[in-house]
């Protein structure tokens, strides 16, 4: 993506606010190598500090049981990481990731997960719609469901990438099954925020890349709760995890395709996610554009889904919403965005063929180029002190979050009286 490009045909009013936009990236990715290389990533695994360290730009200290990463690494493993795959369908493409605990039912009292039978009606159901879902991770979570034999399920699916997550797989030959094959990618998730090492998962980084999966590499921050709340903050923490796995997954096998899957949320003041805030979608927008226009990596964020419990109206416009913010203001590609509910708790087939109708019709009524817009992201000065003040703790309670519990409010107010949200 040539982005300067892109900048000088877009309507002459955004152009310098879009310039300024390109520069918070680079800024947010400067810091985000100040927080690697100062303040660290908490872990104990042997494994990885032991794979950092023979770079000689890794260093451990046993009394932090923090691990430090120069500069040099991170842009090291930026260079060496695939910047394109097989398959790849360029900006907004749109598809169903994660794996929604739930099958929501409308005549069930209490939530359950799917059977066999319900996952195989619904992957009909799915490759009904390629036109519009073209990626997916199983919809649901299966009753005691073994992870391979989902994964195979799935696989009748073709012209679709599938998504998959070796960790949960229980033996080598599962974790193998799909090395080597275009059309499926490894989701992990071996961060826990803010910028603390889950051991057994990053072990499980290190097998896939070893074996040559496709890797998308995964981390969802709560803003105001595990990283800090202005979208600055919450960006660069997001940034750093996705990171750090980076710069294992290129250490093992440089050169494997790792996606930048920084998926951060927005949370409301009682502690809730907020899926349905058009910040939830404007955050992941940032996200994709600081690889976009930044860092060349492919990138998959979350949006367009919502935080009702049921497939009604309100629901249907969340949707809606979201995933017109995410392709009218451009991302890459995005995860969540047909059939969940309740901040990813449910996977509902009602919901699923109403966003998949809206979609085809989006898609319809904007065949054209859309110029490009600015997110105006609220600066903030105080982004590293924070995150040095706090590191590995609970920005929850801390006076910074405080002090800007309206700032995703404001945002999309601000962007609202621009004119640039749909009304």
């Known amino acids: 993506m040539n982005i300067d490009e892109l900048i000088s045909q877009a309507p002459v009013e955004y152009q310098v606010a879009l310039k300024e936009e390109k520069q918070t990236y680079r800024r947010i ?12 990533v908490e872990t104990k695994n042997k494994q990885i500090i032991s794979v950092l360290e023979r770079t000689g730009l890794a260093g ?12 040099e690494l991170i842009d090291q493993s930026i260079d060496s990481a695939a910047r394109t795959y097989p398959g790849d369908e360029g ?4 598809g169903i990731g994660g794996i929604p605990p739930f099958l929501y039912r409308e005549s069930e009292p209490f939530p359950l997960p799917a059977t066999y039978e319900e996952l195989a009606h619904l992957i009909r159901l799915i490759n009904a719609n390629l036109d519009v879902v073209r990626f997916l991770s ?24 599938k998504v998959t997550c070796s960790a949960y797989m229980d033996n080598e030959d599962a974790v193998k099954w799909f090395s080597g094959r275009d059309d499926w990618h490894d989701s992990i998730c071996g961060i826990r925020s803010p910028l603390i090492c889950m051991d057994d998962m990053m072990d499980a980084l290190v097998k896939s890349a070893q074996a040559g999966n496709n890797l998308r590499l995964t981390t969802m921050p709560l803003a105001g709760r ?6 600055e903050a919450c960006i660069i923490i997001t940034h750093a995890e996705v990171m750090f796995m980076l710069a294992v997954a290129q250490t ?4 494997i395709l790792c996606m930048h899957g920084g998926m951060p949320c927005p949370t409301r003041p009682d502690g ?39 497939p009604g109206r309100k629901a249907l416009a969340d949707g809606i919403r979201g995933r017109y913010i995410l392709c009218d203001f451009g991302v890459h590609n995005a995860r969540h965005c047909f059939g969940a509910l309740d901040n990813l708790n449910f996977f509902s087939e009602a919901a699923f063929i109403k966003d998949c109708e809206a979609q085809r019709q989006y898609q319809k009524n904007n065949a054209g180029h859309t110029a490009l817009k600015p997110l105006y992201i609220p600066k903030d000065d105080q982004a590293f002190d924070v995150i040095r003040r706090i590191g590995s703790g609970d920005y929850y309670t801390d006076y910074h979050t405080t002090a800007n519990i309206s700032v995703y409010d404001q945002w999309v107010e601000q962007l609202g009286d621009k004119g640039l949200l749909p009304e």
């Open 29 to 40: 990715h400067e810091i985000t190598q100040l927080v690697l290389s100062e303040i660290g």
């Open 60 to 71: 451990y200290d046993g009394s932090t049981g923090r691990i430090y990463l120069l500069p």
């Open 91 to 94: 900006v907004n493409t749109l």
């Open 138 to 161: 199983q919809p649901v979570k299966v009753h005691n469901g073994d992870p391979l034999k989902c994964n195979q399920m799935m696989d009748q699916i073709r012209d679709c990438l």
């Open 226 to 231: 595990t990283v800090p709340q202005t979208p």
């Open 252 to 255: 093992v096998n440089p050169g």
């Open 272 to 310: 809730n996610l907020a899926y349905s805030h058009d910040a939830m979608d404007l955050l992941n927008v940032a996200v994709a554009r600081l690889n976009m226009w930044l860092t060349g990596l492919p990138t998959v964020q979350s949006g367009g889904s919502t935080e009702e419990k049921e």
